[in-house]
Every structure is written in structure tokens, then in C-alpha cells.
């Protein structure tokens, strides 16, 4: 082990990987996964299906990593050399496992077929590798060491893969190094703050020994994650502090907003109406997604930018309104929602409840494509419900989008 520091690599193989053809979703996550448990990865590194490269990267990684998981190339075609590059890595031959072909049989026999003579490759491994079971397919992992680097190999099939990983090379490496600790995540989702302004907000945060927070920003939200040692004590204060400093920017801990949402609307028994112009079902379609939110959603409206219900000589505040009192009332429900037209670069944005009516103009404060103008947009009118239904300011600023105009008409106000 490098100078009492665990140091674990991902290898993956493929062309297909390698040029972006998909997504390497197994190292996504795998690396959380690693670093969960404990085993924080220093490198992830992508080759493609050549033999040479294959074995010349494996080479490098038994020279700077103790642990290696080395991720496709298992399979029985022509370009799934990776068990033969480990081979010519260890300077050994290639070896018959009996136990595995023995399987791959049985696995062909019980859906009643022949077992094809390529899969054959399949159960040759490197002498002195240990079989890695996978129920799931046809493709075996195993183990070996090179260079006292510890290497694993595994399916590149995504659920294959992962069944693997939890319940083959997850308990070995609990069992080689028991000393590391497993590590926990809270989390927390934001909505309007940009990155800079979060990191500043957190600057003079203290943090416990083995704390530490991580930033993900996945449009339009960014994630707050603290990473803990499992089960520790100063978590709760830790949780609370983090909180307060994000307030009401805090549209989800632990649960995307979406999921919150739905459980607002659940508690609340709260039913809506909304009707859409810009976002152009954007904001409906993402109701559908939880159920409680897709039962609250009574009714929804997709307008075209001509409709009348937004007429240019009226003030788009005051039009903005009557869309969202109108779909309120039209659909007999206890909240309206409404999303204008874009007209000059700004969208109007209305709530209608029967504490009154709340109605908001804005414009992105530097340039974004249509569909990313559209999802801020669709965000912030579903912000708005949220913070209705928390009773938070429903009047805001955020970082993406400038607020040019805003109104709220308290209905007790209209019978004096």
C-alpha cells in the first residue's frame, strides 16, 4: 500500500466508451460507490479494445494503484480481449476454468440451447486468477495480482456489473483492508444560488475532522453533499448549520425537489391547474413524474404564444394573473399556475391561491439556449408552488434569472 494511503483506479475498456458512443455510467457509479464504502478512487482511466493498449495501461496501473477494478471486455467476440491482455500483462497462460464452463453450459441447457463454441473464451482466465461469480450473465470476473497490485475484472453489462461489484469485489475489499472506514452522504438540493455564491456561504463554515462537502451542479439545481464518517456524532449540528446557511434556496434534503413537492401536495390535499405558454408542457410533463403530484395536477393547458388570454395592450403582470386565476377557477381547484408567452426576451409567471394572487417577470441574465430558458423558467413557477405551500417568500431572486417585474395581490385586500 503507497505510503499507508489506499489507492484504487477504474480501468474501463471499449471503443464504444473511449469515443463517447455511451456514457460510462458504470464508473459514475462505481466511484460513489467507492467512495461510500471507504475506497476513495485516485484515477479513472478509458482505453479502447486493443490488446496492447489493454495490457500496457494494466502495467501502469499495478505501477501507482494497490487496487484496480477493471471494468468490460469479458465477452465472447473478437474485440473482448481484456482477460488476454491481463494474461500477457502477468507474462502467464491463458487456463481452461472447468467450474465456469461447467456453468456457461448449464445456463444454455436450462433455456434449451446449445451452448455456442465461442463462449468457450469466456472461461479461459489467467493462471492463478480466482473466479468471480455472475449469475446474471455469461461473462465471470476474477481476481489477480500483479505487481502486489490487487486487480478486478468485471462485466461491462450495467446490471451485471453492479451485482458483481456489491457482492463480489465489494466484501473481498472489506475483508483486504479493514482498517477504512465507510463513509455516509447527506443531501441537500438547491434552487437559484449559483456555485460561487455557495462556496462563498460555506467558506467560513467549520468542519468536523473527516468532514467534507462536495458540489454537483446538474442544471437547473446544484447538489450539496456532505461527506461524513458513518454514523458520526457531529452530524445533526453539522445538518443544521448547512441548512440555515442555504435557507430558503433549500428546495430538497436528501430527496430531489420533485420528490418534496409530492409530499407537500400529499399533506397539503392542495389541487392545481396550470396553464403554459413558453414552457409548453414542460412544467405539466414534470408532474407527471411523482405520484402525488401527478394526482394534484387536475388540469393543465398548453397555449400557443397568439392566444388571447395574453393580450399585449393589457399590463403582463395583470395578464399573467388572470391566466393563473382563470385556470384556477376553470378547473375548480385550490391552486393556479400559469407560464406567459416570451416576449422580448422575459416570461411572465402567476400563482393564484385564495390567499391571493402572486405574479413575477423574468429574463436570463446571460445567454442560454431556449430549452435551458425553458427549464429555469419551468423551475422557478414550480419553486413558487413550493414555497407557497411551505409559506416562504414567494417573491424571489435567483442567480440565473433577473426578476424585472413583480406583484402580489392579497385577496382581503379587494374587500376593502
Avoid at 479494445?49 to 477494478?69: F, G, H, N, T, Y
Avoid at 436450462?110 to 465461442?118: A, D, F, T
Avoid at 391566466?323 to 375548480?332: L, V
Wanted: net charge negative; glycine share 6%; with cysteine.
Amino acid at each position: 500500500m503507497t505510503q499507508n494511503i489506499l489507492r484504487v483506479a477504474m480501468l474501463s475498456t471499449g471503443e464504444e466508451v473511449l469515443h463517447g458512443d455511451i456514457l460510462d455510467t458504470n464508473a459514475a457509479w462505481m466511484s460513489k460507490r467507492c467512495f461510500e464504502e471507504g475506497f476513495l478512487l485516485h484515477r479513472r482511466v478509458t482505453v479502447g479494445d486493443s490488446l496492447d493498449d489493454i495490457a500496457v495501461e494494466l502495467l501502469r496501473c499495478s505501477q501507482v494503484s494497490d487496487v484496480v477494478i477493471v471494468n468490460g471486455g469479458l465477452g465472447p467476440t473478437t474485440d473482448d480481449v481484456t482477460t488476454q491482455a491481463m494474461a500477457m500483462a502477468m507474462n502467464v497462460e491463458l487456463e481452461l476454468n472447468v467450474h465456469w464452463l461447467t456453468a456457461l453450459k448449464e445456463k444454455y441447457e436450462k433455456n434449451g440451447r446449445e451452448m455456442p463454441k465461442s463462449n468457450i473464451k469466456q472461461a479461459m482466465l489467467p493462471e492463478g486468477a480466482v473466479l468471480l461469480d455472475n449469475p446474471m450473465g455469461t461473462a465471470c470476473g476474477f481476481f489477480a495480482t500483479l505487481k502486489e497490485c490487487l486487480f478486478f475484472f468485471t462485466p461491462g453489462v450495467p446490471f451485471e456489473f453492479k451485482s458483481m461489484f456489491e457482492n463480489e469485489v465489494l466484501p473481498k475489499l472489506h475483508v483486504a483492508f479493514p482498517h477504512l472506514d465507510k463513509k455516509d452522504i447527506h443531501r441537500f438540493y438547491t434552487f437559484g444560488l449559483s456555485e460561487s455564491s455557495l462556496n462563498d456561504r460555506f467558506e467560513s463554515l467549520p468542519l468536523p475532522f473527516g468532514y467534507q462537502l462536495g458540489y454537483r451542479s446538474f442544471l437547473p439545481f446544484i447538489e450539496i453533499k456532505i461527506f461524513y464518517p458513518a454514523k458520526h456524532s457531529d452530524i445533526k449540528g453539522v445538518i443544521n448549520e448547512v441548512k440555515r446557511v442555504l435557507g430558503e434556496y433549500t428546495v430538497g434534503e436528501e430527496k430531489p425537489m420533485l420528490h418534496s413537492l409530492a409530499e407537500r401536495l400529499s399533506t397539503s390535499s392542495k389541487t392545481l391547474a396550470i396553464a403554459e405558454q413558453f414552457s409548453g408542457g414542460y412544467v405539466s410533463s414534470l408532474l407527471q413524474e411523482e405520484k402525488s403530484t401527478r394526482d394534484a395536477l387536475v388540469q393543465g393547458w398548453i397555449l400557443n404564444s397568439s392566444s388571447d388570454v395574453f393580450i399585449e395592450e393589457y399590463n403582463p403582470l395583470a395578464a399573467i394573473l388572470a391566466m393563473a386565476a382563470a385556470s384556477r377557477d376553470n378547473a375548480d381547484v385550490d391552486i393556479g399556475l400559469a407560464c406567459g408567452s416570451l416576449v422580448e426576451g422575459a416570461v411572465a409567471l402567476g400563482l393564484s391561491a385564495q390567499e391571493g394572487d402572486w405574479g413575477v417577470i423574468v429574463k436570463a441574465r446571460s445567454a442560454l439556449s431556449t430549452e435551458q430558458f425553458r427549464c429555469y423558467v419551468s423551475t422557478f413557477l414550480l419553486d413558487m408552488l413550493r414555497r407557497y405551500l411551505e409559506g416562504a417568500n414567494i417573491i424571489f431572486d435567483i442567480s440565473a434569472l433577473e426578476t424585472l417585474d413583480a406583484l402580489h395581490i392579497p385577496f382581503e385586500s379587494l374587500d376593502k
